[in-house]
């Protein structure tokens, strides 16, 4: 006597099946809009955060003159930043993950 679990064996799988493509797509949008940028200002620590959605550049702005290389600024922008009319930072930008 199989009564309620009768042909319940596909039935199983075909759900196992769409909960796993709904599990992998929430994970996929979840991380797709998602940047992990160091926004440490102190030189040789890496403090990774969650960058804001829109903010996929991971930047690090250094100052030029060394002793000044304390006052370094890194984290997440929109697009790379720029020095103003005198240059007074080495910029760096990249896309990926923790990549500066």
Given at each position: ?100
């Amino acid at each position: 006597y199989m009564g309620y679990f009768a042909g319940s064996r596909e039935d199983c799988k075909m759900k196992t099946l769409l909960l796993t493509l709904v599990v992998v797509t929430i994970v996929c949008l979840d991380l797709g809009n998602t940047r992990i940028c160091d926004d440490s200002s102190i030189p040789f620590l890496r403090t990774p955060q969650l960058c804001p959605k829109g903010q996929d550049v991971c930047y690090k702005k250094t100052p030029i003159v060394k002793k000044f290389k304390w006052l370094q600024k890194k984290g997440c922008a929109s697009s790379c930043p720029k020095n103003g009319f005198i240059k007074l930072f080495k910029i760096k930008c990249c896309t990926k993950d923790n990549c500066i």
